[in-house]
């Protein structure tokens, strides 16, 4: 059984008070996209642990999942601390690293360094969906799938108990939307 860990880097911490803002949503969704591959376990990593933790420890938290694949959500916030973090899981334990989310584009060179082995353009669901059974797809390095009927049919990754509310009491969600010419500018 192939083991995947997703995780999402915390906001920079820019004060002393409580840290928000680190909601794994995306994480939350690329494990329901993935809940009926028989041989592929995902965890995705609390945010309890990955928004208080130091480097030190959550680095060692995540070795201790083993997993074969890491996942890492990127937004303008974590791109460098990810960047970072990947290389040197990589050089530790050798997983395939995944990097996906808004900041992931096809434009955006930044990403694109020997430790990330795949970067997802736009939604990932049906994107690591074929990453996991179609070994010649993971060769291509980096691919841009629709998720459409994904998002039209799954369940709430709240309600399957993956992710916790409980923290912050609330959910900070990014989302993108292509512009349609014909709806004149800044009309979605």
């Known amino acids: ?8 880097l915390p906001l920079p911490q820019l004060n002393y008070s409580r840290q928000t803002g680190n909601v794994p949503l995306a994480a939350a969704c690329l494990k329901l996209a993935t809940i009926d591959l ?37 937004y303008s ?17 050798q997983p395939r690293i995944i990097f996906g989310g808004p900041e992931i584009t096809p434009d955006n060179q930044a990403a694109a360094v020997p430790c990330v082995d795949f970067r997802v353009y736009g939604e990932g669901e049906a994107a690591l ?15 841009s799938l629709p998720a459409d009927n994904f998002f039209r049919t799954s369940r709430s990754p709240y309600l399957e108990g993956w992710l916790e509310p409980e923290i912050e009491n609330m959910v900070l969600l990014e989302t993108t939307c292509p512009l349609y010419p014909e709806a004149g500018p800044y009309h979605y």
């Open 38 to 74: 028989s041989d592929v376990q995902i965890d995705i990593l609390p945010e309890s642990a990955v928004t208080y933790l130091g480097g030190a420890a959550l680095f060692d938290l995540v070795l201790r999942y083993q997993a074969d694949i890491i996942g890492f959500s990127v």
């Open 129 to 143: 969906v074929r990453l996991l059974q179609d070994q010649e797809f993971r060769r291509r390095k980096s691919a």
């Open 77 to 93: 916030w974590n791109l460098k601390r990810s960047l970072y973090f990947a290389g040197t899981l990589k050089e530790a334990s």
């Open 1 to 8: 059984m192939r083991r995947v860990l997703l995780l999402q």
